[in-house]
């Protein structure tokens, strides 16, 4: 089992909320908690061979002639940091399936939950400076997209 998808699976997973509405009973909020199960479940999977003495590390060549790599470390502390982002996010998308109208764009506001989920989680397991960066531009770019998801209204 490999780390990337722990990343992946939210990132990509902020685009069926959009994709799949036309499909009957997929509803925004159903798709978001359903792609934050299946990133939960895969965290199962991969954190069960996890060893306290040994963290999980990998590497993925980016540009060899520069050194860098997309490195990915799991251990102890980064495990937790995942549970909590996904836990939390998990009842998040609960809340917000019974707190949003029924006139607000859903789609897209779980988009940019699910973007969000995944550049944190990006954050929590980069291995090195430069991916965590990224990931960290990634998370400042779907929190402007959620904090501006309501206009603000000026009445004089």
Do not use: C
């Amino acid at each position: 089992m490999t780390l990337f998808p722990l990343v992946a699976i939210p990132l990509l997973g902020a685009l069926l909320p959009g994709l799949l509405q036309r499909f009957p009973g997929a509803t925004p909020a159903r798709v978001a908690g359903l792609v934050t199960l299946a990133a939960l479940g895969w965290l199962a999977m991969v954190a069960r061979g996890l060893s306290p003495a040994a963290p999980r590390v990998e590497s993925v060549s980016w540009i060899p002639a520069l050194g860098l790599d997309l490195s990915l470390r799991l251990d102890g502390f980064s495990l937790l940091f995942v549970l909590l982002i996904l836990g939390i996010g998990l009842l998040v998308i609960v809340y917000a399936a019974y707190y949003l109208g029924p006139d607000e764009p859903k789609e897209r506001f779980f988009g940019y939950l699910l973007l969000f989920m995944g550049a944190m989680q990006g954050v929590v397991l980069s291995e090195n400076l430069l991916l965590m960066v990224v990931f960290w531009e990634l998370t400042g770019l779907a929190s402007f997209l959620l904090i501006g998801f309501w206009p603000v209204s000026y009445t004089h």
